[in-house]
């Protein structure tokens, strides 16, 4: 019933304009034409979640003319990459600005394959399986270690941490993760040791960082549900509590 | 709002699978049942299409056009096939050279990586965190010293739980204080984390709820655009 919220509700106070990881999110940038690799490492069922952190990143990679490798350490990745940037404006050609490398099977052994070159990970393209060598951005960019920035979308704290261990503990490559509510206290401690560089969870900080320009009706009303439904389980625990105590104080 | 026949298909489609998925709430039903066959079945196909697609058949193509420079593929896919022997009841140990070479590597590269990407970093960052510098220069220092106690407390607390020999029977104030650490407070600790992990996947699962929501309330909508229109 509280998930029924945002339909009927305009506005909300209970979103943190500003707060911490808005300030993470907008102070997140990369410079000008650098290489950025950027992992989908979430299927359909934390779509709702991640797709907007995914809007925010691409938007920020398409402003300052990033070239973008896509690619997937999960099965059902890629076809949440594509469903992200079916969205983006024309003048971000594929091929010239962005490829889609394609699934890369094999968790750890598989991040490993990436450190001996994309071409040795990645036979053909995701979209059109052409030779990667026959696209612009590709042809430029042979080996893991050319690449500026790592980023990271993934629903478990476990994928990032094969990325943290199999990845930037050999190059050192800034790694970013953008991962889901559940996994940002598990990855917690990677970012006060500095091997993530940027971390930020979930729909909370997506709303947050939009919350800097304008909410849509649904996204406050979002947050109010989210919010009715922590009280909506406190109260009931409550009352069971105390009904149970009641009913053993006068068994006793 | 005006939509093309595919587009349209798949809304419909998605929108009765929806409700299909919902029935659940009035118990457990054969249409309930069908809709997770299916998606389990249209899960794995659309895995094993993946696969074939992007993984294998690009690689079973250089092996055939360049089998001097590519001949390790044909290695590794006679490895895949020895898997499937497993199978077999007369050729189940041909089966063991191809887990033997996954188990060991995974077992390499994961404590390798844990030992790289986490055990030293993690114990690096931590030593360092408190200098005496830290310490002597503003409260965060020890507020980090404080973090790193309550750390190690809670992690001895936790391993402790799982102690099932107490220390000896002539040792009573040790065996409190070690039922006290390790049988109430670690189980405790044990307790809040497990809380706070569940309480984390309801969060995580809420914008999922409320996106589909959203999602019928959208299409019943635009059935009755559509309706209205024709």
Partial sequence: LVALIPIFVHQNPLVNIGGGSS???????????STVLLSFDYGPAYAAELDRLAAIIINKLTSQSAQVLVMSTHPLGMG????????????????EHYVFL????????GLRLLLNGLGTAFIRDYRFQQPLNSYPITSRIPALDQVDRVIV???????????????????????DALVSVLAEPQLEPYYLSGQITTLAGGWPAALEYQALGSLSKADWGFSLGLAGLVVLVFVTVLVISIKQWIIHGKHR | MTFGTTAFIGMIIAFVLTLAVFSRLLGDNIVYRFVQC??????SGYILALVMRTVIWPRVLLLIQQPMQYWHYGVFFALGLLLLS?????????????????FGLGA??????????????????????LQSNSLRTNWSGWL????????????????????????GRGMKVTNAIWTFFGRTLGRGLIMVTLGALYAGALVSFFPLLVGRFMFIRQTISDLIHLIGVS
């Fill in chain 2, 38 to 43: 299916l998606f389990i079945g249209l899960t």
């Fill in chain 2, 86 to 102: 497993s199978g077999l009841s007369r050729a189940k140990q041909w089966a063991s050279l191809p887990l033997g070479i996954l």
């Fill in chain 1, 102 to 109: 394609g699934y890369l099977p094999g968790e750890e052994a």
């Fill in chain 1, 80 to 95: 949440s990459a594509e469903h992200a940037f079916s969205g983006i404006f024309p003048r971000f050609a594929y091929g």
């Fill in chain 2, 144 to 167: 980090l010293l404080l973090n790193g106690i309550l750390v190690i407390i809670g992690t001895l607390a936790v391993l402790g739980s799982f102690q099932v020999a107490l220390p």
């Fill in chain 2, 108 to 129: 390499a590269l994961t404590l390798g990586g844990a030992l790289a990407g986490t055990l030293i970093p993690q114990t690096y960052s931590l030593v360092t965190s």
């Fill in chain 1, 23 to 33: 300030a993470v999110l907008d102070s997140f940038s990369v410079p000008e034409g």
């Fill in chain 1, 153 to 175: 979308l993934a629903e478990s704290a476990e994928s990032v941490q094969r990325w943290v261990e199999q990845v930037n503990s050999q190059t050192h490559i800034p790694l």
